[in-house]
C-alpha cells in the first residue's frame, strides 16, 4: 500500500435523533379533531416531521429546517389533555431510515482537498513530494506513516470510527476499527479475497528475477486457493511430528543465553539478533529437516548461516524503506532496492540450492523404488511434503522467501514482545511457572503436542500480548461487493484497512486495555464478550486470508517461553519497550533482559 494519499473533504455527521410515538384513536373522536391536535403539537414545535407522518389520517405536508430535540422541549400537558393513550391498544410504529448515505461524504483529513483537484497536473514524483509536504505540514507530523498506529488512531479521533482518504496513487481508501464493521467486511468475502502485497517484493520476482508469480504473501484470489490447498495440510503435519526437535533447538538457546548473559544475568544488547538466529533454526529445521548451528554463529565468520543472517536483517530493512517511501524504484534501481534486491539474491541462491538438493535426492529414492521395489519413505520436511505435492519450484523458493522475510521476524518479535510483559508482570510469570512445572512433572522435562494442549494460561499469556501488540497491526481488503457501514454505502472496489491493533486496545472492548492480563482469556462468558468479541483481536488475520503459519508461530513461541519461565527468573529494569512499525511491529528498544536462574 502507498504510504501517500490524497485529499478528500470533511462530510456532515450522519447520526439523526429519531423518535418513535405511539398513538391510540378513539373509534368515537372525529377526524378533524385529531387534525387540530396535530396541528397543535406542531405549532408548539413538540413533534418533527418524521413523527407527525406517523399519526393516521392526516395529509399534511410539514417541513422545516432544523430538528429540536423532544427532551428539550416537551411539556408535560401534551400527553394528558386531549390524546387518550390506552396501555392495551398501543401499536408500536417504528420507522427507521433504511436509505445510506453516499460514500462521498464519509468524514476525512479536508485538508488535503486543497491538493485534490491540482495534482494530475504535476509530474509523479513533484505530486508525492508536495502531497507529503502537504501531509507533515498541516498535521503538525501527526501523520507520519509507517512508525507505529498513531497516525491512524490520530484520524480515528478526529473523525470518527470511519475514515475516508483519496490518493492520487492509488484507489479510494476507507479505514475502520470497530469490530462490527471489521465482521461485515469479513462477511462479503468470497471464496477468493483480495488484500494488499508488497510492491517491491512483487517487482523483484516479477520484473527482476522474472519468476512465474509474485508469491503468496503478493498471490491473489485463484491463485492464492490453489497455494493454500497445497500448503495447509502439509505445514499443519509437519509442525505436529517436530515439536521434538523445536523443543531441542529452544533447549539451545537456553544454553546460549547462559552463555552470553554478563555477572549481572543481564543479556547483551544485541539480544534480538540471538532470536533471530533461534527463529531461523527452527525455520530451518522444519522446512529443510537441517540444523544448520544459527545459535554457533559468530559475527567474523563467513559461514552459510552468518549469511543468512546478515541477508535476513538487511531485506527486511530495505524492503521496509522501499515499501513505505517514495516508489522511485518503479522507474531506476534506487540505492535501497539495490541493497534490498541483493540481499534477496543471497536468500533465493540458497532456497534455491536446497531445493536442488531435494530434487535430486527424491529422484534418488524414486528410482531406489523402482530397483528394489521398496515403499516409499514417509516425507519428512516441508520442503519435501511440498515437493511431493507437485508444487512448482518457483512457487516453492517465492514461499520460502516470504516465510524467512516476514514470518521468521514476525514470530521473533511477537516472542521478543511476549518476554517484555512477563518480565515486567512477575504475577503472572509466577503462575505460569507453576503451570510448566505441574505439567512438566507429570509429562517429563521434554515438552511435546500433549503437554502444550494442558498447558492453557500459557495460550493465554501468548493471545494477550498478540492482543497488545499483534505482529501486523493493519488488516486490508479490498471490497468484493458493495456493503453499507456505520449508515453509508461503501462500494465494490474501495480498498478497506482494519485497524487491528487499534480495534484490540479500546476500552469498550476490553477492560483495562492497556493491562496485560491473560486472565481475560481463560474465561469468556463475561459480559464484555460479545458477538463480536473475536473480530476484537485478530492477530493472525480472519478467513481465507489468515495466516498459513499461525500454528508454527503458536507452536515456537509456546515450547521457546515454557522452557524459559522453566530455566530462568525474567527482568527487565529499563525504560518501556513499545513498538515500531517496520512492515510489521519491532520493539523500539533493545531486549536487555536479564535470565535470573531458578533456585
Known sequence: MHCLVRPIFV?????????????????????????ATKERLLTNNVITASVA?????????????????????????????????????????????????????IPGPAILKLWEKYWRYVPLLGTQLF??????????????????????KYLFDEYGCLVRINGPLVNDIVMIHRPEHIAEVFKQESKSPVRSGIDVLQHYRLNYRKYRSAGAFSLQS??????????????????????????????ELVRKIRTIRNRQDEVPQNFHQVLTAWGMECFYMTMFDKHLGFLDF???????????????????????????????????????????????????????????????????????????????????????????????????????????????????????????????????????????????????????????????????????????????PYLTRLLQSTISLHGYTIPKGTFVIMANQITSQREEHFEDPEKYRPERWLNQDKDEYNRYQKYSCLPFGHGVRSCLGKDMAETQMMLLTAKLIREFTIEYDYADIRSRFVMINVPNRPLRFRFVDKN
Open 298 to 472: 559468530n559475527s567474523k565468520s563467513t559461514s552459510e548461516t552468518t549469511k543468512i543472517i546478515d541477508a535476513l536483517i538487511t531485506a527486511h530493512t530495505y524492503m521496509n524503506r522501499c515499501e513505505t517511501g517514495f516508489q522511485v524504484w518503479r522507474f531506476f534501481k534506487t540505492p535501497f532496492v539495490k541493497k534490498l534486491f541483493a540481499a534477496c539474491d543471497v536468500l533465493d541462491e540458497i532456497i534455491g540450492k536446497h531445493i536442488h538438493q531435494m530434487h535430486n535426492k527424491l529422484q534418488t529414492l524414486s528410482l531406489s523404488k523402482q530397483e528394489k521395489s521398496t515403499k516409499e519413505p514417509k516425507s519428512s520436511s516441508l520442503l519435501e511434503k511440498m515437493m511431493l505435492q507437485r508444487i512448482h519450484s518457483d512457487d516453492i523458493s517465492t514461499l520460502l522467501m516470504d516465510m524467512m522475510i516476514l514470518g521468521v521476524q514476525a514470530v521473533v518479535n511477537c516472542e521478543a514482545f511476549l518476554l517484555y510483559f512477563l518480565a515486567k508482570n512477575p504475577r503472572v510469570q509466577k503462575l505460569l511457572y507453576n503451570e510448566v512445572t505441574s505439567v512438566s512433572s507429570k509429562t517429563g522435562s521434554t515438552l511435546t503436542k500433549e503437554s502444550l494442549d494442558k498447558m492453557p494460561y500459557l495460550k493465554a499469556c501468548i493471545k494477550e500480548s498478540l492482543r497488545l501488540r499483534p505482529a501486523f
Open 53 to 105: 407522518q406517523s399519526i393516521p389520517a392526516v395529509n399534511t405536508t410539514v417541513t422545516s429546517s432544523k430538528v429540536i430535540p423532544l427532551v428539550e422541549t416537551a411539556s408535560s400537558e401534551v400527553a394528558t389533555d386531549d390524546i387518550e393513550i390506552s396501555a392495551s391498544k398501543v401499536v408500536s410504529q417504528t420507522y427507521e431510515d433504511k436509505t445510506s448515505l453516499p460514500f462521498e461524504e
Open 131 to 152: 502531497s507529503s509536504l502537504l501531509i507533515s505540514r498541516f498535521t503538525q507530523g501527526r501523520l507520519s506513516w509507517n512508525r507505529n498506529v498513531t497516525p491512524i
Open 222 to 251: 485463484l491463485e492464492w486457493l490453489e497455494i493454500k490447498e497445497k500448503v495447509d495440510q502439509p505445514l499443519h503435519d509437519t509442525i505436529s511430528s517436530y515439536v521434538g526437535k523445536l523443543d531441542s533447538v529452544c533447549g
Open 11 to 35: 462530510a456532515r455527521n450522519p447520526s439523526l435523533q429519531v423518535y418513535q410515538n405511539c398513538f391510540h384513536r378513539s373509534s368515537t373522536k372525529p377526524k378533524d379533531a385529531l387534525a
